[in-house]
């Protein structure tokens, strides 16, 4: 199957998009909305009790028991440097699975409170812009546009850097 020219463009890492069409779970953080590529989450549970870590950075909540399971937890807020909210009775933890250098993990993202599940299409999707040479971005697969408001779609493999990951395992061990 020949790929066009857009679908040629949607794949280079250049600065421009690495998203691919498809389904994302939506949620908020403060007035913003981000977006995960569905295959990436594994479920989405209420708050629940967090056992601290200590001597872990502000943005590692704690771990939680689910079913058996210890599973880390992050706050994604504070992960990008927004300000520190109470949670509510929408707040919830999305549940990821990642990949690292030492294979898969789970992790739970704290987040202000999910939205849907989107399907976007190619024609939907834009590059992420440009910020200038000393700001991050990589994390960002790309923007997509859904009726009047654009929606962040994360990497979430990247939001966590390698030292995160594994300061996190080792905490959570």
Avoid: W
Wanted: proline share 3%; aromatic share 4%; glycine share 8%.
């Amino acid at each position: 199957m020949e790929k066009n020219v857009r679908d040629q463009n949607l794949e280079s890492t250049n600065g421009v998009c690495k998203a691919q069409a498809g389904k994302y779970l939506t949620f908020m953080l403060a007035d913003e909305e981000y977006g995960l590529e569905i295959l990436k989450v594994k479920e989405i549970i209420g708050m629940m009790d967090i056992t601290v870590l200590p001597q872990t950075p502000d943005f590692v909540k704690g771990v939680i028991n689910l079913r058996g399971k210890v599973i880390p937890v992050i706050d994604l807020r504070l992960k990008f440097m927004m300000p520190e909210i109470g949670y509510s009775e929408k707040t919830c933890i999305i549940v990821v699975e990642i990949r690292h250098s030492v294979g898969t993990m789970q992790i739970g993202i704290i987040v202000d409170q999910v939205s849907e599940v989107l399907n976007v299409t190619s024609e939907e999707l834009e590059a992420t812009p440009k910020f200038g040479v000393s700001l991050d971005t990589d994390f960002i697969l790309g923007m997509a546009k859904s009726g009047r408001k654009i929606i962040t779609l994360l990497d979430i493999g990247r939001v966590l850097v390698a030292e995160d990951i594994l300061l996190i395992s080792e905490n959570a061990a």
